[in-house]
């Protein structure tokens, strides 16, 4: 009977500890989904950050650009309704051989600035291909007509108000909080739930080992 009882006793203890395991293992893996789900929704941002980060300090003298696309922050009314100021907007990047049509919206140089207009005639200087851009908003042309060494690419898209955001994330504060924590916290991911894991398999066969060696002491 006693021989039966502590068969019993160990075919217990073997399913509690199995249940326990089944029930760690769905914690696991519930933290491993949180984990690659935060990866996915963090990395890009974090990706681009660094990039644009990059190709400022690559070249200090034209807006950062990431894979080939500009994000610039609109600083006047002058082509509302189609965007406003603050708006975020997305120029994709082209080349001097590139060809523009009447009525494409471009970004160009201007001096010290960019200009995001839209192309309202397109003619021949000196053999050279120019265009006259003038805002959505203004009543007469640009001034000076703009050469396709000048354009830095076509409007793409924009974000309402997002412009602020980009300002924000230029500042020390905003390069710590989408930068610099974005790594601090896959690093987080990355390690803490495998610490904790180690720490419970070790703390698992430690009791387990107490609670074998006190079954045979009972013995």
Known sequence: MESEKTVS??????GGQQNRIARHKSKLSVANIIGIVLCVLLFPGFLINVILLISSLIKPDVP???FGITPLIVESGSMSPSFEKNDLILIRNTSENDKYEKGTVVCYRSGDVYVTHRIVKVSEENG???YTTQGDANNTPDRDTVGAEQILGVYS????GMGNMLLFIQTPIGMILCVILPIFVIFLIFTVPSRISQRKKRYKYLTAKETKKDTEDKI
């Open 64 to 66: 950062p650009s990431c």
């Open 157 to 160: 898209t924009h974000f309402a």
């Open 128 to 130: 050279k291909t120019v």
């Open 9 to 14: 006793n160990e075919i217990n203890l073997s």
